[in-house]
């Protein structure tokens, strides 16, 4: 286990479990989350050692978003044109940590219970699979001190459920519970207690685990490419994609395995090393 000060991380079986681990402070975010995270998303980029990636937490909330010291010490300045314009270079510093959990070569599974706050809804909207609790919560709560959500919130929500339900959200600050959650499609299942929610999150995160890793990667690829482009662009862009990752060995190797009723065997997706550290 790779024990930091805001999560623990496991790797068992091609899964990568990162519990969020500072339930005392309901697992806000501050300077160290933001750094351990970042490292931690860059690390099981690289590696192609996990498959998938399961994130969850302790405690009462998942995340109550944002620590408040951090606004405190914030080096945001709104004295002067120079200042204000350091601000869009900060935020894209910390938006490209969220969006690596959307460009990660492997699904991400959001477990979730209580409260998801703030930069919370930011973190999970980036994920491709929602679990929750029943009593689960989700709040923009930015609006309520007085900012506009800016971590990706208003960027993802409205391309997984209607424009309206998130116009309401970021306007007023409500909480939008599990039940509703569910019915607008944001999370996938609501389950009756944490224990429940971990162990149906880890079967799904097994199941993914089990296919061809690179046809997982082509698979997550063609879906956010859809969701972004016309269907003619998209259809063209799975032409490309599947020429570049096809693979008769992965067909055979899956098919085969079915009908001997075991598990494939499929390589890891290479290891990638940056140039700057050649």
């Not at 930069?119 to 009593?135: F, P, Q, W």
Request: aromatic share 8%; with cysteine.
């Amino acid at each position: 286990m790779n024990t930091m000060q805001s999560f623990s991380l496991t790797i068992e079986q091609h899964v990568a479990h990162l519990v969020l681990s500072r339930p005392d402070a309901f697992n806000t975010m501050g300077p160290t989350f933001w750094r351990e995270l970042d490292a931690v998303l860059a690390q099981l980029h690289a590696s192609g050692e996990a498959r998938v990636l399961l994130i969850s937490s302790t405690g009462k909330h998942f995340s109550a978003g944002m620590a408040l010291e951090t606004f405190s010490a914030s080096p945001l300045e709104d004295q002067s044109a120079q200042g204000r314009a350091a601000v869009f270079d900060l935020l894209g510093d910390m938006q490209a940590t969220f969006t690596k959990l959307e460009t990660l070569r492997m699904p991400v599974i959001a477990a979730i219970q209580g409260g998801c706050i703030g930069g919370a809804v930011d973190m999970v909207s980036a994920c491709c699979i929602r679990y929750a609790t029943t009593e689960a919560f989700f709040c923009i709560q930015e609006i309520n001190i007085g900012m506009v959500a800016d971590v990706g919130t208003l960027q993802r929500l409205p391309k997984l459920i209607p424009l309206a339900v998130v116009k309401e959200l970021a306007y007023t600050g409500r909480r939008l519970g599990a039940a509703k959650a569910l019915g607008y499609g944001l999370v996938n299942e609501v389950f009756d207690s944490h224990q429940a929610m971990l162990a149906a999150a880890l079967q799904c995160a097994q199941e993914i685990a089990a296919k061809p890793p690179v046809a997982i990667w082509g698979t997550k690829q063609a879906i956010h490419y859809a969701r972004d482009h016309s269907v003619d662009d998209a259809l063209k862009q799975m032409g490309w994609l599947q020429g570049a990752i096809w693979s008769n060995a992965n067909v055979r190797e899956a098919v085969t395995a079915m009908k001997e009723k075991r598990a494939g065997k499929f390589e890891d997706l290479a290891p990638l090393q940056s140039f700057r550290d050649l």
